[in-house]
């Protein structure tokens, strides 16, 4: 027998990608606004937000990317990924 039947499967929105990027590029546009208006903390500080950021819009293209190979049928496409 399986052990692998009994494991359910994880909800939808446990799933999704797309709100664990969005709350962190906005956690990373919050921090950078506070950082580059109130002057607070060393020169690096706003260099660290902004590379948040750029890893944030990294993600998101990673992601818009997979999906569009999972609508093309594409062999290497990541799994689990549902596309509407």
Do not use: F, H, Y
Not at 20 to 25: A, D, K, P, Q, S
Not at 61 to 79: F, M
């Amino acid at each position: 027998m399986s052990d692998e039947s009994q494991i359910p499967p994880l909800p939808e929105k446990l799933r999704a990608p797309e709100p664990v990027i969005v709350v962190g590029m906005v956690i990373w546009a919050v921090a950078t606004l506070v950082v580059w208006l109130g002057n607070i903390g060393p020169d690096r500080a706003l260099t660290v937000c902004l590379v948040g950021l750029v890893v944030g819009l990294m993600g998101t293209t990673l992601v818009l990317v997979q999906k569009a190979a999972v609508r093309r049928g594409s062999r290497g496409a990541q799994e689990g990924l549902d596309v509407p």
